[in-house]
């Protein structure tokens, strides 16, 4: 290990009072659990080698900023300025600014293309499902979907005067949305993510079933809007029964079916699962409304997210328990 420097000295010990934040307390936890190794391996084929020019950033600070920026919701200048004015980010990324500056925005901006370019983000995605899965956290015979909500900026007031292409309005109630659609399976034991789609967001829930499902399914839960599609699910997984919510209307002359208002309660217990990988997403990660243009852009952050997503979700049973 390098010998430190006094910029980096004064941020850890000259400050007598200072208190961990909860930021750093996250930090740390999740540089003990990311398998930082697996994670670099599926970009290191495609990340730049040296060369006669300049040589390249390494890789493993570049996934360390890069995951940074999906925790904290940074876009690339943000996330330079962020680095410069927090100490704890640069702990974490390994920067040391006495003796290098922080990588700049087009830095981050061109690792983010190659990881576009070559899908790498469905690739984090599928290795951090292996890696969880290695740690005793097997697929189950139940899966959950269901499908969440993107926003993307309609305003057309930009340099070509229209709205983005590849995304689209759906109606949800009685309120419209212009963006697109993040549809997901989870497993309904451990509830962490093991498939994903993205689709424009006038695009039904059912018609990405048969790719949130891994096959080996005996139970599939979902709201109503999976309901009757039990050719599709049995297509994928011929043992599967549908537990999808089913739709209870209540009539002027007739009161609701109780029977199935109680079943759909029970299935929503365990419904609720899928609820825990979004709030993750979109009310931690920040994710709610895209930053880029066009699906490929925004597919890359979900698939990068989800698999953030599953890793803090398995935090608790990745860290090692220490008897008191």
Not at 31 to 50: G, N, Q
Not at 114 to 129: D, I, R, T, V
Not at 300 to 321: E, M, S, V
């Amino acid at each position: 290990m390098k010998q430190q420097t006094l910029s980096m000295a004064q941020d850890q010990g000259f400050e007598q009072y200072r208190k961990p934040t909860r930021r750093d307390q996250f930090l740390q936890t999740m540089d003990r659990i990311m398998p930082w190794a697996a994670l670099c391996a599926v970009i290191e084929p495609h990340y730049p080698k040296k060369g006669n020019g300049r040589p390249p950033i390494g890789l493993e600070r570049m996934v360390r900023i890069h995951f940074l920026q999906h925790w904290f919701n940074l876009a690339d200048l943000a996330c330079e300025e962020a680095l410069y004015d927090s100490a704890s980010l640069r702990r974490f990324a390994g920067i040391d600014l006495g003796r290098e500056p922080v990588p700049d925005a087009t830095s981050l901006l061109r690792f983010r293309h190659l990881l576009e370019q070559h899908q790498l983000g469905e690739k984090l995605f599928a290795e951090a499902g292996r890696v969880l899965q290695d740690s005793g956290m097997t697929l189950k015979t139940g899966t959950i979907v269901d499908a969440t909500i993107i926003a993307a900026p309609s305003s057309t007031k930009n340099s070509d005067g229209m709205r983005d292409p590849e995304m689209h309005q759906t109606r949800k109630g009685k309120q419209w949305y212009f963006g697109m659609k993040l549809h997901i399976g989870v497993d309904s034991q451990s509830g962490l993510a093991h498939s994903a789609m993205v689709t424009p967001a006038n695009v039904h829930d059912k018609h990405p079933l048969p790719h949130l499902l891994h096959g080996r399914e005996k139970r599939v839960y979902g709201d109503s809007a999976y309901r009757a599609q039990k050719n599709l699910i049995r297509g994928k997984a011929p043992q599967a029964k549908d537990f999808t919510n089913e739709r209870v209307r209540r009539r002027k002359d007739e009161p609701a079916d109780e029977g199935k208002r109680a079943k759909n309660r029970n299935k929503s217990k365990i419904r609720a699962r899928v609820e825990h990988v979004f709030a993750v997403v979109k009310r931690l990660w920040g994710f709610t409304k895209v930053r880029y243009r066009g699906l490929a852009k925004n597919a890359c952050r979900a698939f990068t997210a989800l698999a953030l997503a599953n890793i803090y979700l398995a935090r608790d049973r990745l860290t090692p328990q220490v008897r008191p």
